[in-house]
């Protein structure tokens, strides 16, 4: 029993998942960084419903003529901060649960599912105010077409802590959290997709994949995920930054 302890505590707390931790969070902060005004168009969008401009080219020029040319990346660094934790968080948990739960047997892509569902929930349920206020600072200063929308002032992502905190409550640092949990699914079919590719790619023949290779078959995974849970992800970005708005209007979203 002892023995069997020891390894559960050996694959948690090992130098493999640390690894894969620091790779997932370093890859995720360098993706986001190239691509952050596509995701500063996609927030707008998916918050501004009174927005005239429906393509992302559109959206973005618009930006930059009424914001300044830098507005698109407003609010990176704490998007960046939010992300690496997130992510750290996240393949720490999916490689550690995947390594005590296999125990060296072949993977399956159920236990891939499961495994990536459970990493998720422990994502969210740690870092959701992180991302609560990396959306409000995202979305400071920006212009809206709804006038509903009264965005406040934060100096950074302690002082947006200590205010939401003060004047909404602390609870409110887990607002969006049940669309997030739903959001799990995003991370675990993409792992789920991603791990069982890989398992085609090398049956037969077990190789190390190419560089391309990974490149491909983890993009396909994603944009799978993504467009399946991508209503989850606008009620969630909502949530996040117009609670006051949306207790007024719809408050039995919020039950």
Known sequence: MGSEEDFRFAEV????SLVHAVAGATGSVTAMTVFF??????????VDENRKA?????????????????????????????????NFVYFYCFHSLKATWL??????TGRDLIIGIAAGVVNVLVTTPLWVVNTRLKLQGAKFRNTDIHPTHYTGILDALV????REGVSA?????FPSLL?????????????????????????????????LIGAVAKAIATTATYPLQTVQSVLRFVIQLLCFSFPLMLI
């Open 163 to 166: 205010q939401i905190m003060q």
């Open 54 to 86: 429906s393509s992302t080219p559109a959206i973005l020029a618009e930006i930059i003529k009424e914001e300044g040319l830098l507005a698109p990346f407003r609010g990176w660094f704490p998007v960046i901060c939010s992300l690496c934790c997130s």
């Open 13 to 16: 707390f090992s130098y493999e």
């Open 173 to 177: 640092l887990w607002n969006g959290t």
């Open 37 to 46: 005004p596509l995701d500063t168009a996609r927030l707008r969008l998916q």
């Open 103 to 108: 125990k060296g047997q072949r993977s399956t």
């Open 183 to 215: 959001l799990v699914l995003n991370p675990a079919v993409q792992f789920m997709i991603y791990e069982g590719l890989k398992r085609q790619l090398r049956r037969g023949v077990p190789r190390e994949l190419s560089s391309l290779e990974v490149f």
